[in-house]
Structures are given as structure tokens and as C-alpha cells.
């Protein structure tokens, strides 16, 4: 299925495209204001050249400047320490070149996983698709000009998980990038019955959420592992979880356990590198916990209903944006937590304050009516 890499034209984008394009106010959002005033007010050049005006008008002894500067040092040390945290809980980055990785995307055939393996085939990279999916017509154009393999497999199957890696061993060589990314659909059931939702949740179903969402992992880590850990040029391990996993909403017990899950087992997997006999195994594999809000993706579509204002401060984000922030940060040879929009930052936050607060954030939010009577089951 692989072909040499070729010059030609990038293959059409097949990434979803649900929804009209939105008003230009729909647009002004939390994250807008957030971007705008760190890259102003809270950015230390901005205030430290803020400050050279001042000092360029020689009024750098009066109190204004005096203050400027105090403040462009303070916002400084916070950037360089916040840096100096990183690096020691990540280890320093690894390098990384695209034509060398071999990446394995699961759930590539769609949604996030499938502008993921696109924007990875643009850098170079080579790409390795499990989709329970088989490849459309799009994807059968790609594998003819670039290196991009697309295994059938179900993820929650481990024999079929071993022998689509033993291929893609074969054909495109030992992966150094796993990207964990399939997700079953959404089953949006509550576990208590109601005059509005008398189906309840059963436990076949959320068997079944958990296998594909999170037996997956251990499937992919078991089968991928021994190749990861001895890479020379060292390795990725990305979790694609949910800020879900720590809000969990009304309706969604399977879908949200499933992604608490998986951090959790993306996080011991951090620690069982670190404190790894051969030291070079935490510098060399690197791991990324992803944890959004919404993706405009068909995971959710037509299956949540918020109120208006709720998207001011959490919007649905573009896959091609989490995308973005997912290959930047591989690309630096860097691991780390990625969360998005800026609300999912603030989790640290949200689960210091006390009960009361949470429980009028969340209705505020709407987030536990969020999943109504009219979600389907899958
Ligand atoms: N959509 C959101 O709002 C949202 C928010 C936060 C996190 N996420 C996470 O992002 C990831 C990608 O979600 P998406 O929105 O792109 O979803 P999606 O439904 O568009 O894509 C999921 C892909 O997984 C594949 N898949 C499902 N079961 C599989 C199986 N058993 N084996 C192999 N492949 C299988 C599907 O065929 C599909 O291609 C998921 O892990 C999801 O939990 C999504």
C-alpha cells in the first residue's frame, strides 16, 4: 500500500466541515480576549519595550517607568520559571524530523485523527491509519502518492491491533509517533431513568465505550511499546483524552470515565518513564495528554445543546486548530499536557474551589443539560 514520497499536488481534505461558517461576532470569544491580552499586557517584551519608549522620552525616573519595568522583570522571571517547570517535569526535548517519523494515528479515518495524519503526510512524516473504517476514495488517492498506510483494524481487538503494527512495521518501518485517538460514538445515556429519558445506560454499552476507548490503549501500548522505547531518535506517545474527564457530565458516564481513564494511564505511563532503570527512556520518549473541550467534529454533532452565551467562554474549537497545537508541539521534541479552549486551562483551578462554586459553575454552564433526550445511541 506504500509508495515512495511524491511532489505532487496534497490530497483533497476530507476533514468535516459540519456547520455554516459563523458570524463575525460569534467569533469574539473568551479565548479572543485571552490571546489579545497576553500578546499585550501580559507578554514582558511588549511591557519591557513599552518601557524603552518611556525611557526614549527620558522619562524613565518617574514612577510610571519605574513601575513598567518592575513589571516587564516580574511577567520575565514568570515566563522563565514557568519554562524551568516544564522542562523538568518533561525532560529536555528530543529532536525531531518529519521525514524520519513513522506515525500511527488511530480513529485517523475522520475527525481530529484524520487532519492529524493530513497535516503529518504535509510535514513529511509517514502516516499509518487503524480505522475500524476502510479508506475512501480520498485516502486511496494518498496511499498512491504519499506514505500513508491505512489498516481496517479494530483498536479494540488486540490480535487485530498486533497484526496491522507487524504490517506497518513491514511496509513503513518501526513507528516512532502513537497517537491514540479512536473514539466509539456517544451513547449520551443517563444511568437513572426519567419521564424525558426513560433508556438507561447499559452496562453492554458502556463494555463497549470502554473497550474502544480505553482497552484501545493498552491494546496500541502493548504492541507499540517495544518499538518506542528502543527508537534512536526517540519516540511520541500522545493520548487524545477530553476535559470531559474532569467535568463529567450529566448523561455521559461511559464516555467520561472511559477519558478519565486514559489519563490517568497516560499519566502512570509518564511516571513509569521516568522512574525507568535506563535514564535515557523519559528523555527519549516523549508523551502528550490532550484534553479539549468540543470539537466541530461528527463525534458530538446534533448531540449537545448548550446556551447561547456558554460559547463565549467555551468555544467549539476547529480540529485543524487542536491539530496545529498537537504536530507543534511533537515537532519541538516536547511532551507535555494540551488543553483547550482557554476554560480547559482553568481546570486546576475549577477543582479547587468549594462544592457550592462547582455546582454554579455548572449550572451556569448548562453542562449537565448539555445531552438531552435527543442523543443517539450507537
Ligand atoms: N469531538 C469532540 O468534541 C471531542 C472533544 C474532546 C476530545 N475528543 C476526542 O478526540 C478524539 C477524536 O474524536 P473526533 O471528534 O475526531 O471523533 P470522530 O468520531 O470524528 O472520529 C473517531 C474515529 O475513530 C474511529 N473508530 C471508532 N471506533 C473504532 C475502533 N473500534 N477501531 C478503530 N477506529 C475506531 C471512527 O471510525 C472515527 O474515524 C476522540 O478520542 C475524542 O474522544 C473529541
Known amino acids: 500500500m506504500v509508495t515512495a514520497p511524491s511532489t505532487s499536488k496534497l490530497p483533497t481534505s476530507s476533514s468535516p466541515t459540519l456547520g455554516q461558517p459563523k458570524p463575525w461576532y460569534r467569533y469574539v470569544n473568551l479565548d479572543l480576549l485571552v490571546r489579545i491580552l497576553v500578546n499585550s499586557v501580559f507578554h514582558p517584551y511588549i511591557i519591557f519595550i513599552f518601557y524603552l519608549t518611556q525611557a526614549a522620552l527620558h522619562v524613565h525616573r518617574e514612577p510610571l517607568a519605574y513601575y513598567t519595568l518592575c513589571y516587564a522583570a516580574l511577567l520575565g522571571v514568570l515566563e522563565i520559571g514557568a519554562n ?101 460514538g456517544i451513547t449520551g445515556l443517563p444511568l437513572l431513568s426519567s419521564i424525558t429519558n426513560p433508556t438507561v445506560l447499559s452496562p453492554a454499552q458502556a463494555a463497549k465505550t470502554l473497550t474502544i476507548n480505553t482497552v484501545s490503549h493498552f491494546n496500541t501500548l502493548s504492541a507499540l511499546l517495544p518499538h518506542l522505547i528502543k527508537s534512536p531518535q526517540g519516540a511520541h506517545i500522545v493520548t487524545i483524552s477530553s476535559i470531559l474527564s474532569h467535568l463529567a457530565p450529566a448523561s455521559l458516564a461511559d464516555y467520561t470515565s472511559s477519558k478519565s481513564a486514559i489519563s490517568s494511564l497516560h499519566q502512570t505511563l509518564q511516571h513509569e518513564l521516568r522512574s525507568h532503570p535506563d535514564p535515557s527512556a523519559f528523555a527519549r520518549v516523549k508523551t502528550l495528554l490532550v484534553e479539549t473541550g468540543q470539537i466541530k467534529t461528527q463525534l458530538f454533532a446534533d448531540k449537545t445543546s448548550l446556551p447561547s452565551y456558554a460559547e463565549f467562554f467555551g468555544p467549539v474549537l476547529e480540529a485543524k486548530d487542536i491539530a496545529k497545537e498537537i504536530v507543534k508541539t511533537i515537532e519541538r521534541g516536547d511532551g507535555g499536557i494540551l488543553r483547550m479552549p482557554f476554560y480547559a486551562k482553568c481546570m486546576p483551578i475549577y477543582s479547587l474551589l468549594p462544592g457550592t462554586a462547582q455546582a454554579l459553575v455548572r449550572w451556569f454552564s448548562g453542562i449537565d443539560r448539555a445531552i438531552g433526550a435527543g ?3 450507537s
Not at 84 to 90: D, G, K, P, Q, S
Not at 144 to 161: G, I, N, P, T
Open 375 to 377: 442523543s443517539k445511541t
Open 84 to 184: 524551568i517547570n516544564h522542562r523538568l517535569t518533561y525532560g529536555k526535548h528530543r529532536e525531531v524530523k518529519w521525514e524520519k517519523e513513522v506515525v500511527i494515528i488511530t480513529g485517523g479515518g475522520s475527525g481530529l485523527g484524520r487532519v492529524l495524519a493530513e497535516m503529518i503526510m504535509r510535514k513529511g512524516g509517514k502516516v499509518a491509519i487503524l480505522d475500524v473504517k476502510g479508506a475512501d476514495e480520498v485516502a486511496e488517492d494518498a496511499m498512491e502518492r504519499w506514505d500513508l498506510v491505512w489498516e481496517k483494524c479494530d483498536v479494540a481487538k488486540e490480535s487485530e491491533v498486533k497484526e496491522a503494527v507487524d504490517r506497518i512495521v513491514d511496509d513503513l518501518g518501526a513507528p516512532t509517533v502513537l497517537i491514540n485517538n479512536a473514539a466509539s
